[in-house]
């Protein structure tokens, strides 16, 4: 009888550890996906700036076409873009296009001192700034993610349960973020 | 020890702790049940937990009104905000804690608030006034790190309850001298006990207070470390911090918690002269100490000189 109690109690005590673990990487899944989600809508309101940027810029540069296009495709590739990845080199297309657009604004004075334009230059680098940190911030929740389901026990049932790795969002070239070690003094 | 493991610790320890304070406060409140009447010590744990509870919501606008920090216009400082903005996007808060100015030359900052959506960051403008943006973005790193690890959180129920246990404890002793025969009914040794008792409980209270401010500290900075992956960043902010001698002009004991660097350092320092065990009443580990734990875990040494860079408060436009 009693080696039948312990089993029981063994039985228990899996599906109790196995609960725990599943709310843990259902947490983290989640983590990851907000992370997303915060870097998604700062990329849609960097793309929400382009147009007014650009119609800004063609009022006083009209001919300057090629650079329009270029910045216009790349928002547009942006906007389709599929995966973390994808969306990480649209974007830094897109980086280097505004920039190419900046340098035409440069030969225009008067509307480099338009007060419209210095709005949507500072608006277009407070973007940028949040883009990059909320990457910071959804890197390293993928990283916990994907090391949790690479990680023993999970690696063997995560795909069945539908836990998939998921992509940071780094353009290609870039590394993935460190990992801070710390240790207190005291 | 990576950060994540740290901040697990060190939600464990917390929640340790909490329940410490709760047990303390129960055995405050049955020593004056024991050596007084025991209906005295129910109205007390009572009277203690409704105090708790409204201490504890009333305790944002508190802090507040001891750090005379100031609420900001709508359109006031806006690239201060941005940036406060930046830093808890990174951390991944769900929403940006509101910043309030703290009129005062020394450069300090803090964070309060119970929970992440209602808490805000105080900063001096001494702060602003020093600090240049990367060291400035460390320092609001640092205090949004204590957000995110709830230590905001766990400081006000700490302080909450370390108050609320030596008002009770006050009471109690002072009935206990005060009170005339007629309670005393558990005789002398229990009245000793009970004496004793009601004595230590505070400074319990206080010292598990300080030492649990004082090992978020180091959690804190490794926290902003990681946020802005500028480990050099922190290390060069506290450096400034240290070589400022600046102390806060009005500086409250019941908030120098809350601060990024002690607002009392310099009278401390002179106590420890004295008393060789004061360095257990500290609110905060020393700067030196605090710089060697990013330095080791950054695998970095700070420059000797500090930079030049411009303060923050030139592009504030402030004054």
């Given amino acids: ?186 | 020890m990576t950060l994540q493991q740290q901040i697990r610790r060190n939600r464990l320890r917390s929640t340790i702790v909490v329940f410490g304070f709760a047990l303390l406060l129960g055995v405050v409140a049955g020593l004056i049940g024991v050596a007084l009447d025991l209906r005295l010590g129910l109205v007390a744990l009572l009277g203690a937990g409704l105090y708790a509870i409204f201490a504890i919501i009333s305790s944002r606008s508190m802090v507040a009104r001891m750090t005379r920090a100031q609420q900001l216009g709508p359109d006031e400082l806006r690239p201060l905000r941005r940036l406060v903005e930046n830093v808890s996007i990174a951390a991944g808060l769900p929403a940006t804690p509101d910043v309030r100015l703290v009129d005062d030359a020394a450069p300090n900052a803090f964070a309060a608030g119970v929970r992440p959506r209602t808490s805000y960051i105080g900063v001096t403008t001494g702060l602003l006034r020093v600090m240049p943006k990367r060291e400035l973005e460390a320092v609001l790193g640092h205090e949004i790190s204590h957000i995110r690890n709830r230590d905001t959180y766990l400081m006000t129920m700490a302080t909450v309850f370390a108050g609320v246990i030596a008002l009770i404890a006050d009471i109690g002793f002072r009935m206990l001298l005060f009170g005339g025969g007629r309670s005393r009914r558990g005789g002398a040794l229990v009245a000793l006990l009970a004496v004793v008792g009601l004595v230590l409980a505070p400074y319990a209270a206080l010292l598990l207070r300080m030492s649990l401010s004082r090992r978020r500290e180091f959690l804190a900075d490794a926290g902003s470390a990681e946020l802005l992956n500028d480990p050099e960043a922190m290390g060069l902010a506290l450096r400034r911090l240290q070589l400022d001698t600046t102390t806060i002009a009005y500086a409250d004991t019941s908030v120098a918690h809350l601060w990024v660097e002690s607002p009392t350092s310099r009278v401390e320092s002179e106590r420890r002269g004295v008393l060789a065990l004061s360095s257990w009443f500290d609110t905060h580990p020393p700067l030196e100490q605090r710089i060697a734990a990013l330095e080791e875990s950054g695998g970095f040494r700070l420059p000797d000189r500090l930079s030049a860079d411009a303060p923050f408060s030139v592009e504030l436009g402030l004054a």
């Fill in chain 1, 1 to 186: 009888m009693l080696w039948l109690w312990i089993l029981v109690g063994l039985l228990v005590l899996l599906v109790l550890l196995g609960a725990l673990g599943y709310n843990r990487l259902v947490r983290l899944r989640n983590e990851a996906d907000t992370g997303w989600s915060n870097i998604d809508v700062q990329l849609q309101r960097r793309g929400d700036l382009i147009p007014n940027l650009v119609e800004a810029v063609r009022g006083y540069a009209a001919h300057e076409r090629r650079v329009f296009e270029e910045v216009t495709n790349a928002r547009a590739a942006l906007q389709r873009a599929g995966t973390p990845g994808q969306a990480a080199d649209a974007n830094e297309v897109l980086t280097s296009a505004i920039g190419r657009l900046f340098a035409v604004a440069e030969a225009y004075p008067e509307l480099k001192a338009s007060e419209n334009f210095l709005r949507l230059q500072d608006d277009l680098t407070d973007t940028e700034d949040k883009i990059s940190a909320a990457r910071r911030y959804y890197n390293s929740t993928v990283m916990h993610y994907n090391t949790a389901i690479q990680s023993l026990p999970w690696v063997f049932v995560a795909k069945a349960l539908g836990f998939r790795a998921k992509e940071f969002f780094s353009a290609e070239g870039d590394t993935a973020p460190p990992e801070v070690s710390f240790t207190p003094a005291t």
